[in-house]
């Protein structure tokens, strides 16, 4: 299980999940992929943009390349 808040939004965003999932898979146990991931930032609203989708769920960063991969 994957929960990305950001600035106190539930939000969907595959590239964090993707750079997490990277990070956490050196430690996990072979042939196990449970875990739980609890995420949450806060990022000065002018450097995210959240009218990506209607739901509102899906988030862009300004520099996203920084931090992701």
Wanted: glycine letters at 2%; a negative charge.
């Amino acid at each position: 299980m994957f929960i990305i808040f950001i600035n106190n939004r539930l939000v969907e965003h595959e590239r964090i999940k993707k750079t997490v999932e990277n990070a956490y898979y050196s430690y996990q146990p072979k042939g196990s992929s449970t875990y739980f991931v609890y995420f949450s930032l806060h990022v000065r609203p002018d450097l995210i943009d959240v009218n990506v989708h209607p739901t509102k769920k899906t988030v862009i960063f300004e520099n996203e390349d920084d931090f992701c991969d």
